[in-house]
């Protein structure tokens, strides 16, 4: 059995014609945007693994978690092209908007788990871990217009220190 609290940030890029800076609505070509969506969230996820060996061994398992947004926001640039009689002009925008309203407040979902860890002193173990994530459910608001589920893949090494 294992718990975790994890700082998270998941990121997407959009460079496409948009009315949007953090999702791609070719419905309204109003303009040309090339920004990064981040999403920050603190998730605790829960897992039950399964070992493969005493001292040093492989694991893999298979759990949930829970997400709680901490900040939302879309950053880049936007262009914007209008032409009138002789004239063409591009105005180009620094975007840094805050989106949080755009989302939910938090999420859920489950993940799988993948590693292998070996003593480094008496209690004391070095660990290398994947895992991938994926929620359950849209995480966009408007849920009429977009579906936007997050996934992750995510590969880390760390030190595990029991408290038992």
Same mark, same amino acid.
Not at 91 to 112: P, R
Not at 130 to 142: E, T, W
């Given at each position: !059995?294992? $718990?975790?609290? /994890?700082?998270?940030?998941? =990121?997407?890029?959009?460079?496409?014609?948009?009315?949007?800076?953090?999702?791609?609505?070719?419905?309204?070509?109003?303009?040309? #945007?090339?920004?990064?969506?981040?999403?920050?969230?603190? =998730?605790?996820? @829960?897992?039950?693994?399964?070992? !493969?060996?005493?001292?040093?061994?492989?694991?893999?398992?298979?759990?949930?978690? @829970?997400?709680?947004?901490?900040? $939302?926001?879309?950053?880049?640039?936007?262009?914007? #092209? =209008?032409?009138?009689?002789? *004239?063409?002009?591009?105005?180009? %925008?620094?975007? %840094?908007?805050?989106?949080?309203?755009?989302?939910?407040?938090? %999420?859920?979902?489950?993940?799988?788990?993948?590693?292998?860890? #070996?003593? /480094?002193?008496?209690?004391?173990?070095?660990?290398?871990?994947?895992?991938?994530? $994926?929620?359950? @459910?849209?995480?966009?608001?408007?849920?009429?217009?977009?579906?936007?589920?997050?996934?992750? /893949?995510? /590969?880390? $090494?760390?030190?595990?220190?029991? *408290? *038992?």
């Amino acid at each position: !059995f294992e $718990a975790d609290l /994890l700082y998270q940030r998941n =990121s997407y890029w959009i460079k496409d014609s948009s009315s949007s800076y953090f999702y791609a609505d070719t419905s309204q070509n109003m303009f040309y #945007t090339e920004t990064r969506t981040d999403l920050d969230y603190l =998730s605790i996820p @829960v897992l039950l693994n399964f070992r !493969f060996g005493k001292k040093e061994g492989f694991y893999a398992g298979i759990g949930m978690f @829970v997400s709680v947004q901490l900040n $939302a926001r879309a950053v880049g640039n936007s262009y914007y #092209t =209008s032409s009138y009689d002789n *004239i063409l002009r591009t105005d180009k %925008y620094h975007v %840094y908007n805050s989106i949080e309203g755009n989302f939910y407040d938090y %999420y859920a979902g489950w993940l799988l788990n993948i590693g292998f860890d #070996t003593p /480094l002193f008496k209690k004391i173990e070095l660990d290398f871990n994947l895992r991938y994530n $994926a929620s359950f @459910v849209n995480i966009y608001k408007n849920e009429d217009d977009y579906l936007i589920k997050l996934k992750s /893949l995510n /590969l880390s $090494a760390g030190i595990i220190i029991p *408290i *038992i």
